[in-house]
């Protein structure tokens, strides 16, 4: 596809229970961020990676949560042992350069 | 810490009104400001960057001006339509590794 494509598109859990959310950047853009947007909040920067290396982590809230990509490809966001203030949209995003970041639709995540 | 504010949080016009959305920042070291469209449900839509050395940006009847000495950005918007309504979101780069931080947002209606 064109975009930046992201699954599941939502997903319900209870919680202690692990996740794990996926984004495809559109092909050819190097970077790859995920933001999380809470109810009635800003976005919050999580991390961003630079092909696969993750030059700025400073938003990951604990250490439940981990991310990794795969070359210059798929991106994974895993949040373990849930809690329910870990409910909210992850964003996904990636460009090129300088070039403005393309977002997905996001994973709305709720956690019973 | 920067932060990034925006005012109002809601705005309601009729059809065809010239709109100010307002933006402001606290550090005024930033590498460029971008605004967001954000629809229900939906992930963002980039419709003006602006870099550091910019004034403005222009884009149909979209234009962003940049004051960084004064840590203010505004997006005007001509001649509004029902089909502007929507969540615009302001965000500041720090840097050039692209990480964003975003304002709250201005949630617009346009009433035919």
């Known amino acids: 596809g064109a975009g930046v494509s992201q699954s599941p598109s939502n997903k319900v859990t209870e919680k202690g229970k692990d996740v794990e959310l996926r984004c495809d950047p559109i092909?050819?853009?190097?970077?790859l961020y995920w933001y999380r947007q809470r109810l009635g909040q800003g976005l919050e920067f999580l991390i961003y990676?630079?092909?696969?290396?993750?030059?700025?982590k400073s938003g990951l809230p604990s250490d439940r949560f981990s991310a990794e990509r795969t070359g210059e490809s798929v991106s994974t966001l895993t949040i373990q042992r849930t809690q329910q203030e870990d409910s909210a949209v992850y964003l996904c995003?990636?460009?090129?350069?300088?070039?403005?970041?393309?977002f997905g639709d996001g994973t709305r995540l709720s956690i019973l | 810490k920067q932060e990034v504010t925006q005012i109002p949080a809601a705005l309601s016009v009729p059809e065809g009104e010239n709109l100010v959305l307002n933006c402001s920042f606290t550090?005024?070291?930033?590498?460029?400001l971008q605004w967001f469209r954000q629809d229900p449900g939906k992930g963002l839509t980039s419709l003006l960057l602006?870099?550091?050395?910019?004034r403005e940006q222009t884009s149909g009847r979209l234009n962003a001006s940049l004051d960084k000495s004064s840590g203010r950005s505004t997006l005007y918007i001509a001649a509004s339509q029902p089909g502007d309504s929507a969540t615009y979101l302001c965000?500041?780069?720090?840097?050039?590794?692209?990480?964003?931080?975003f304002g709250q947002g201005t949630t617009l209606q346009v009433k035919p």
């Open positions: 995003a990636s460009n090129r350069g300088s070039q403005p970041q393309h």
């Open positions: 092909s050819g853009h190097t970077a």
């Open positions: 990676f630079q092909g696969n290396s993750a030059p700025d």
């Open positions: 550090d005024s070291a930033i590498y460029n």
């Open positions: 602006i870099q550091s050395s910019q």
């Open positions: 965000a500041v780069a720090p840097s050039n590794t692209g990480k964003l931080i």
